[in-house]
């Protein structure tokens, strides 16, 4: 079964900390794909990146970087010298290939505050 | 990529009265678009699978005769809300599958049953 995981509900840090954002997926696919969205609080989702199931480079934007490690089934985000700007609720999502019509299954949900 | 939009954004009603939300493609024929709910401080879950051309399919636990989706063109799926309960207070999302696993979110509706 498919499934994604982020273990921390909720973190609080201060403005300049850098901060990590936990993602374990499960899957039984071996062709599959796995998002990182922002939430801030108009709700939109802000779409932040995309990595295939074959790319395990990690990522960097900015301040955003991205750790995929397939062995242990993570895709961790980290922010970098954060800002207040950054206080969202993160959510990580998985997406499998089989499933032609690829709709994503999204983790909880972790809420970021950064402040001041 | 995609662009996609809904409406109305946000939409407060009575209870049993029913509600019809719209999620445009702006820019790309959409085959398929998938309609999300997300209550307060939760995930994203799935609701049902739009086609255009055909019935949609709906997520277990959804009752479609409930949540009413049309997905009359390529550019157009519509969510209605019947006989909308409290319960029913959710923030609804659509997507557009532009292709596997890529889709691009609209800015939902925030429905509020009084």
């Known amino acids: 079964a498919q499934k994604v995981t982020q273990a921390q509900t909720e973190i609080s840090v201060v403005e300049k900390e850098d901060v990590t954002l936990d993602c374990v997926y499960e899957t039984r696919d071996t062709t599959y794909y796995l998002f990182w969205y922002k939430q801030p609080p108009s709700g939109e989702l802000v779409f932040l990146i995309r990595?295939?199931?074959?790319?395990?480079q990690n990522e960097i934007s900015g301040r955003y970087s991205w750790n995929f490690q397939k062995s242990t089934s993570s895709f961790n985000f980290t922010i970098t010298a954060s800002q207040v700007v950054d206080s969202a609720v993160y959510f990580c999502?998985?997406?499998?290939?089989?499933?032609?019509?690829?709709?994503?299954?999204f983790g909880k949900g972790t809420k970021l505050s950064v402040k001041p | 990529g995609a662009v996609v939009s809904q409406h109305p954004s946000w939409v407060i009603c009575k209870s049993g009265t029913s509600v019809k939300i719209e999620c445009r493609s702006l820019d790309f024929q959409a085959t398929t678009m998938f309609w999300y709910r997300q209550f307060p401080k939760q995930s994203l879950m799935l609701m049902a699978t739009s086609n255009e051309g055909s019935k949609a399919t709906y997520e277990q636990g959804v009752e479609k005769d409930k949540f009413l989706i049309n997905h009359a063109s390529l550019t157009l799926s519509t969510l209605t809300v019947t006989s909308a309960h409290p319960e029913d207070s959710s923030f609804y999302i659509c997507s557009e599958g532009a292709n596997t696993n890529e889709q691009f979110f609209g800015p939902g509706t925030r429905l509020t049953v009084l």
């Open positions: 999502a998985l997406s499998e290939a089989r499933r032609s019509q690829g709709n994503l299954i």
């Open positions: 990595r295939n199931s074959f790319d395990e």
